[in-house]
T-cell receptor, first 112, second 110 residues
Framework: NTKITQSPRYLILGRANKSLECEQH?????MYWYKQSAEKPPELMFL???????RNETVPSRFIPECPDSSKLLLHISAVDPEDSAVYFC????????????FGEGSKLTVL | GQQVQQSPASLVLQEGENAELQCNFS?????LQWFYQSPGGSLVSLLS???GTKHTGRLTSTTVTKERRSSLHISSSQTTDSGTYLC????????????FGAGTRLKVIA
């Protein structure tokens, strides 16, 4: 799937700051960040619709999303914790709550 | 409570056998989607089926909206079908959200 690209694909951190990037080439209006911990299903972290944050799950404040334009999504992480080790998926859909959900390839974060 | 429940949790098949995966949900779903995830891989959309029956290749999904259940039938299973199958629904309770089930881990052996 090259229609939703994420970078970096792999990330190993101590207690550092880092940003994950996502870009979708599908013309979708809704973009999402999901966190998938080992052996668990994806859990929604943030949802943007037309660049507006409309759902902010209860996630630690060290995770800060940003949507610079309707096709791009960033996730800034500061002072990561070992519990943050997971795969972070970007996803998009044509509109909020309708149409199929498409996923990027994920960014695997390992916290030392 | 858990909004999406999938069964069985795991399944082992001989190549060529058929599989029937179930998804039950507790909220009214405006969207329902089946995904496939290989170990360490991303989620690939298989079928979007909020109601009725849909086919693609060896896959058939049947969703009975009023009974809040969906099934995914895989015919003539192949070893490459091994992986996790996830059911996700979109619910609108004032805040829009796609909710995932825990998945069914399928292993197909030759």
């Amino acid at each position: 799937n090259t229609k939703i690209t994420q970078s970096p694909r792999y990330l190993i951190l101590g207690r550092a700051n880092k940003s994950l990037e996502c870009e979708q080439h599908l013309g979708h209006n809704a973009m999402y960040w999901y966190k998938q911990s080992a052996e668990k299903p994806p859990e929604l972290m943030f949802l943007y619709n037309l660049k507006q944050l409309i759902r902010n799950e209860t996630v630690p404040s060290r995770f800060i999303p940003e949507c610079p334009d309707s096709s791009k999504l960033l996730l800034h992480i500061s002072a990561v914790d070992p519990e943050d080790s997971a795969v972070y998926f970007c996803a998009s859909s044509p509109t909020v709550n309708t149409g199929q959900l498409y996923f990027g390839e994920g960014s695997k974060l390992t916290v030392l | 409570g858990q909004q999406v429940q999938q069964s069985p949790a795991s399944l082992v098949l001989q190549e060529g056998e058929n599989a029937e995966l179930q998804c039950n949900f507790s909220s009214t779903a405006t969207q329902l989607q089946w995904f496939y995830q290989s170990p360490g891989g991303s989620l690939v959309s298989l079928l979007s089926n909020p109601s009725g029956t849909k086919h693609t290749g060896r896959l058939t999904s049947t969703t009975v909206t009023k009974e809040r259940r969906s099934s995914l039938h895989i015919s003539s299973s192949q070893t490459t079908d091994s992986g996790t199958y996830l059911c996700a629904i979109a619910v609108n309770t004032g805040n829009y959200k796609y909710v995932f089930g825990a998945g069914t881990r399928l292993k197909v052996i030759a």
